[in-house]
């Protein structure tokens, strides 16, 4: 035996809801005016790019304006681009790379004293070893003999330690130096 819906309340105001809802949309878009709903009538951010046409888009679009002044010069006193074979590709403070081999690298910087200055070492500028540690910089007494003293020491590579020796495995990577 099939039972009949029962109507209730909440059908009755669903179905109201629905009516009052649809029948403002059509009055609205049958008694209103042309060209009726201006910018007071709109609340803000109301109309985005993907609302309106690809042609009112294009009207929005103007010439290009002349390029702004140049932005203020960099604070940093020495900085430069190492490629893997320590070619300097760009550079500020006339720095200067002599390459060891295996990832060894030595940085002078006239008339800055590595002693004194810290410098930030970031690997980069083509493909590099994800497994690779973090560079090493030292300072300016030189790595381990093979820089001489007053310039800047860098490794990248690998560290490994085995009971009590360290080994170090170097890797030529090409790598950006600032000195702030």
Same mark, same amino acid.
């Given at each position: 035996?099939?039972?009949?819906?029962?109507?209730?309340?909440?059908?009755?105001?669903?179905?109201?809801?629905?009516?009052?809802?649809?029948?403002?949309?059509?009055?609205?878009?049958?008694?209103?005016?042309?060209?009726?709903?201006?910018?007071?009538?709109?609340?803000?951010?109301?109309?985005?790019?993907?609302?309106?046409?690809?042609?009112?888009?294009?009207?929005?679009?103007?010439?290009?304006?002349?390029?702004?002044?140049?932005?203020?010069?960099?604070?940093?006193?020495?900085?430069?681009?190492?490629?893997?074979? +320590? #070619? %300097?590709?760009?550079?500020? !403070?006339?720095?200067? *790379?002599?390459?060891?081999?295996? /990832?060894?690298?030595?940085?002078?910087?006239?008339?800055?004293?590595?002693?004194?200055?810290?410098?930030?070492?970031?690997?980069?500028?083509?493909?590099?070893?994800?497994?690779?540690?973090?560079?090493?910089?030292?300072?300016?007494?030189?790595?381990?003999?093979?820089?001489?003293? +007053? #310039? %800047?020491?860098?490794?990248? !590579?690998?560290?490994? *330690?085995?009971?009590?020796?360290? /080994?170090?495995?170097?890797?030529?990577?090409?790598?950006?130096?600032?000195?702030?």
């Amino acid at each position: 035996m099939l039972r009949r819906p029962r109507i209730t309340y909440a059908n009755i105001v669903s179905s109201l809801a629905l009516f009052i809802a649809l029948g403002g949309a059509s009055y609205a878009a049958i008694a209103l005016p042309a060209a009726s709903v201006g910018t007071r009538q709109l609340k803000n951010h109301a109309v985005t790019l993907v609302k309106i046409s690809a042609g009112a888009r294009s009207a929005l679009q103007g010439q290009q304006g002349a390029p702004g002044s140049p932005g203020a010069p960099g604070t940093a006193r020495a900085y430069g681009q190492v490629a893997a074979d +320590g #070619t %300097l590709t760009i550079s500020k !403070g006339n720095p200067s *790379v002599t390459p060891l081999g295996a /990832g060894r690298y030595c940085i002078s910087t006239p008339g800055i004293d590595p002693s004194t200055a810290r410098a930030e070492v970031t690997l980069g500028g083509g493909a590099v070893d994800p497994d690779a540690a973090a560079p090493a910089v030292f300072d300016g007494s030189g790595l381990a003999g093979a820089c001489p003293v +007053g #310039t %800047l020491s860098v490794e990248l !590579g690998k560290y490994t *330690v085995s009971g009590s020796s360290v /080994g170090f495995t170097g890797a030529n990577e090409p790598f950006f130096f600032l000195i702030p």
